[in-house]
């Protein structure tokens, strides 16, 4: 048997749907319009499709989009002041640094300026710390996404075996720390695991963010485990013609759709997910900033 696809697309989509009615909700009865503030530094192509499309997502679901596109030899100085004047804007709910920096900026300490309660990456220490020690917080918005459609598909996850691989600041800590927070029993693996297949196999639930593409082969996963895939990599797709590429994720799909219970795809997993919990934190970085009841 295959196994259920989760459709993160349709996911994405309800989720957007409900912040736009919290977005009405806003403007309506409390004449707020939240706004969302994306920093862009250089000109990684990838950051710049990412970027263009949270941009035309926050227009989409109402919100007050504020792009600022910076030139690749910004100082660390001139990033620090823009940053400073929009935690000082009141409207502007949401700030995110599009990662990653280019090198002569230090990624922790841009990431660290940016105020905790504007944090809708939930990537600021403060943030981090009230995660780990399961308090009210910014949560980081793909592990967001993960973990939404974790609960959606299985009701609760308390006492399942959990193996995020990867663990990474952005993806893989984070992860893990959700899932124990939902009372999972967490193991993080990573490149010097020992016997990673092994510790794969006994995982009820596998997360996998490792930037390798289709690394996890079927034969690794557990009969009827569910899958979710963070991988997004761009690998050459001669099939397609001289010069195409796809996308694939870090699990090989073929293979893992016989043996999962569930899994997610690539594309349309995860990725649409991680727009859509911005979006929602947005929305709840404004609740929280004017003292309204916050979307559940
Ligand atoms: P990082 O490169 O920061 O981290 C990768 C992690 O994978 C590291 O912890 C590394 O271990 C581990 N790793 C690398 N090789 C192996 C291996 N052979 N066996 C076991 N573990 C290994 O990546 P990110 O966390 O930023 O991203 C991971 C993936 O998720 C990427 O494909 C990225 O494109 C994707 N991504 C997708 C998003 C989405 O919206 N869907 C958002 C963010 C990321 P170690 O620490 O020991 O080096």
Redesign the pocket.
């Known amino acids: 048997m295959t196994a259920t696809v989760i459709d993160g697309k349709e996911f994405a989509a309800r989720v957007r749907a409900k912040v736009a009615g919290h977005v009405t909700r806003l403007k309506d009865e409390n004449g707020i319009t939240p706004g969302l503030a994306v920093v862009l530094v250089g000109e990684d192509p990838a950051s710049q499709v990412y970027v263009r499309s949270k941009g035309k997502m926050t227009v989409e679901v109402g919100m007050n989009s504020f792009e600022h596109k910076l030139e690749v030899n910004t100082s660390e100085e001139d990033l620090l002041a823009l940053i400073e004047k929009l935690n000082n804007d009141p409207a502007v709910h949401g700030i995110l640094c599009q990662l990653p920096l280019p090198k002569h900026l230090d990624e922790d300490l841009i990431i660290n300026s940016i105020s905790p309660a504007k944090d809708v990456d939930g990537f600021h220490i403060s943030n981090v710390g009230l995660l780990g020690t399961g308090q009210k917080s910014m949560v980081p ?2 592990p967001l ?1 993960c973990l939404m459609m974790l609960r959606d598909h299985h009701g609760s996850i308390s006492g399942m075996n959990a193996v995020v ?8 800590k984070p992860m893990a720390q959700l899932l124990l927070n939902d009372s999972a029993t967490v193991t993080i ?5 020992k016997d ?1 297949a092994d510790v794969v196999r006994a995982a009820d639930i596998v997360v996998a ?4 593409p289709e ?1 996890v082969p079927g034969d690794w996963i557990k009969q009827g485990a569910t899958v979710i895939d ?4 761009r690998i050459d797709a001669p099939e397609k013609g001289e010069g195409k590429t796809r996308l694939v ?2 699990v090989d799909y073929a293979s893992c759709v016989e043996v999962a219970g569930a899994i997610t795809p690539v594309p349309g ?3 649409p ?3 859509a919990c911005l979006l929602a934190n947005t929305v709840t970085a404004c609740c929280r900033a004017n003292g309204l009841a916050e979307p559940e």
């Open positions: 918005c793909t996404g691989i990867g663990r990474s600041n952005i993806v893989g693996a990573h490149s010097r695991t990673l963010a490792v930037g390798r690394m963070v991988g997004i990599n994720g870090d997993g995860v990725g997910m991680t727009i």
